[in-house]
C-alpha cells in the first residue's frame, strides 16, 4: 500500500470512528434534552449512587454509616463529579455525572469500533453503531448506573489482552487486563462471570502464565479496592452479597427478559409479538454461527452466552439488567458482519450495504426522535428547602441532590439514607415478607428515618404502594409545610 493510500485509509478509519462516537452520545444526549433536560429526574438508582459518592467524599462509609446493596466501585468513579459538587452545588454536579456517563457510553462504542477494526472497516461501524443504538445501553448512560462504566472497563480489558493468541500475551499486559475486569466487578458483582471466563479462555487460547497474571491482576486489584470498606464494616459482606442474593423474585417471565435483552423497552417489552422475537433471536443465533468462525469471534460469542445466562438466571428484573449484555451482542454482530462480508461479493454485498445502512439511519432517526425522563421543579424545590430548618428526610435521594440539601444535611450531621427502599432487601430475612408494606422492620426503619428530621419530603416512588395502612396514616397526619407540584414538604410530629 502505498503512503497516499495508507493516509486516506486512515483518514477514512478515523472519520468513521468519529461518527460512531458522535452518534452514541447524541442518542443518549438529544432525547432526555427533548424530555426532561439533565436536570429531570432520574430513575432511583441513579441517585441512590450519587448521593453515596457525595456522602464518601465528605467521610461517610458505605456499609458502615450508610446502606449500599452494591460494591463501592461506582462511589469511587463518582468521585470527581461529588468534588465538583463542592464548587457549582449537587444539581449542576449531578447534570454533569449524567453527561460525563454519556460520555462513557460514547467511549464503550468506540472501544467496540476498535476492537472489531481488524477485521475490517464495515465490522467495526456496524458493531460500534449497534451499541451506540443499543436502546438497553443508552438507558443506562443517560444516568449515573451502575452498567455504564463497568461496561468501558470490560472493553478496555478486551482491548489491553489483545493479540489473542498462544503465548503471544506478555503477563503484565495480562495484569492489566485483569485489573480491568475486576474494576468492572467493584461496580457491579455480576463481572466475576466474565473475569472467571477471560481467565479460562486465556488458560485454552494463550498459556496458563497470561491466565495466571489475568487472575493474580484482577485478585490484587478487587483486594485495594474492597479491603478499606471491608476492614471497616463488618456489615459489608452481608450489604453487597448476602442482600443481593436475597432479592425477591420479580419478572421471571423469561420471554419478557429476552425481549429486553434485544432492545425492546421493558414496559412494552410483553406486547412484543412472539413472531417479533423469534424472528430477531434467529438472527442473533446466526449471528453467532458466523461470529464463532474466528478467534475474537468465538470469545465475544462466549461473552454474550455468559451474560445472556447470567440475565436469565437473576431472580428479579430491572430495566437497567439488559444493558450487562449489549457490548457483547455489538461484538457479535460487528464479527458476524466482517465473516458475512468475506463471503457476499457483487450485487448481494451491495444490496446488503444498503440494507445495513437503511436500518441505521432508520434506528437513528427514531431514537434521536425520541424523548425520555421528565421536568423536576429543581429551582423551586430548592428555593423551599433552603429555608427549612434542621435536618431534612426523604424517601428518594433524588430530592436531596436537586434540591441541593445533601451537604448542608451533612454539614449539620444529619443521619444518611441514600437507599431507603433498599432496606427491604436486608429486613426480608428470617421468613418476613419481601413486600414493603408488609414487613414490620421495614416500615419501622422508615418511620424512624422519616420522623428523625425537622422536615421531611415525601415524593411518589414509595408513596403510598410501599407504606403500610398504618405508616401512611401517620405520615399523612403531619402537617404540609410546603407543597412544589406533586411534591410534599411535611413536618413530623414530634
Not at 34 to 60: E, K, M, T
Not at 168 to 193: E, H, I, N, Q
Not at 429 to 443: D, I, K, L, T
Request: charged letters at 10%.
Amino acid at each position: 500500500m502505498s503512503i497516499q493510500a495508507f493516509a486516506t485509509a486512515r483518514i477514512r478509519t478515523s472519520a468513521w470512528l468519529a461518527v460512531v462516537t458522535a452518534l452514541a452520545f447524541s442518542v443518549r444526549l438529544v432525547p432526555l434534552l427533548a424530555g426532561g433536560g439533565l436536570l429531570g429526574a432520574p430513575n432511583y438508582d441513579p441517585a441512590v449512587y450519587y448521593a453515596g459518592a457525595v456522602g464518601l467524599f465528605r467521610g461517610r462509609l458505605p456499609y458502615r454509616d450508610f446502606l449500599l446493596l452494591h460494591p463501592p466501585g461506582i462511589l469511587l468513579a463518582l468521585q470527581p463529579f461529588a468534588a465538583l459538587g463542592e464548587w457549582v452545588g449537587d444539581p449542576g454536579a449531578f447534570a454533569a455525572a449524567r453527561v460525563g456517563f454519556m460520555l462513557v457510553g460514547a467511549a464503550s462504542a468506540a472501544c467496540i469500533f476498535c476492537l472489531l477494526l481488524g477485521r475490517g472497516l464495515a465490522a467495526a461501524v456496524i458493531g460500534g453503531a449497534a451499541y451506540a443504538l443499543s436502546p438497553a445501553a443508552a438507558l443506562v448512560e443517560r444516568a449515573t448506573w451502575l452498567e455504564g462504566p463497568a461496561t468501558l472497563l470490560c472493553l478496555l480489558a478486551l482491548l489491553v489482552l489483545r493479540p489473542l493468541g498462544k503465548g503471544v500475551l506478555s503477563t503484565p499486559r495480562a495484569a492489566a487486563g485483569g485489573a480491568l475486569l475486576a474494576l468492572a466487578a467493584t461496580m457491579k458483582l455480576w463481572g466475576l462471570a466474565l473475569v472467571i471466563v477471560v481467565v479460562l479462555w486465556l488458560v485454552f487460547t494463550d498459556s496458563l502464565r497470561a491466565a495466571l497474571g489475568c487472575l493474580l491482576g484482577a485478585t490484587a486489584t478487587a483486594g485495594m479496592v474492597l479491603a478499606p470498606f471491608a476492614l471497616a464494616s463488618r456489615d459489608f459482606l452481608g450489604d453487597i452479597v448476602l442482600a443481593q442474593l436475597g432479592r425477591p423474585t420479580a419478572r421471571t417471565d423469561p420471554l419478557l427478559r429476552v425481549n429486553s435483552i434485544l432492545g425492546f423497552d421493558l414496559a412494552q417489552a410483553p406486547a412484543v409479538p412472539l413472531a417479533v422475537t423469534i424472528g430477531l433471536v434467529i438472527i442473533v443465533l446466526g449471528a453467532l454461527v458466523l461470529a464463532v468462525r474466528s478467534t475474537p469471534g468465538r470469545l465475544y460469542s462466549i461473552l454474550l452466552a455468559t451474560t445472556v445466562g447470567v440475565l436469565l438466571a437473576s431472580p428479579s428484573w430491572y430495566a437497567n439488567y439488559a444493558a450487562f449484555a449489549a457490548a457483547p451482542l455489538a461484538l457479535v454482530i460487528g464479527s458476524a458482519a466482517a465473516q458475512a462480508a468475506g463471503w457476499l461479493h457483487g450485487g448481494w454485498r451491495s444490496t446488503c450495504v444498503a440494507v445495513v445502512a437503511v436500518l441505521l439511519v432508520g434506528t437513528s432517526c427514531v431514537q434521536l426522535a425520541s424523548r425520555t425522563g421528565f421536568g423536576f421543579p429543581t429551582a423551586e424545590l430548592g428555593r423551599t428547602l433552603s429555608a427549612r430548618p434542621g435536618c431534612l428526610t426523604t424517601d428518594q435521594p433524588v430530592a436531596l441532590i436537586l434540591g441541593d440539601r445533601l451537604r448542608t444535611n451533612l454539614d449539620r450531621g444529619c443521619r444518611l439514607v441514600v437507599d431507603l427502599s433498599g432496606y427491604i432487601h436486608v429486613f426480608d430475612a428470617g421468613g418476613e415478607s419481601s413486600q414493603r408494606a408488609a414487613n414490620p422492620r421495614f416500615q419501622a426503619e422508615m418511620l424512624d428515618y422519616l420522623r428523625s428530621g425537622e422536615s421531611t419530603v415525601i415524593m411518589s416512588g414509595m408513596w403510598p404502594n410501599d407504606f403500610d395502612r398504618e405508616s401512611r396514616a401517620e405520615v399523612l397526619g403531619w402537617p404540609v409545610v410546603a407543597t412544589v407540584g406533586s411534591i410534599e414538604v411535611r413536618q413530623p410530629k414530634a
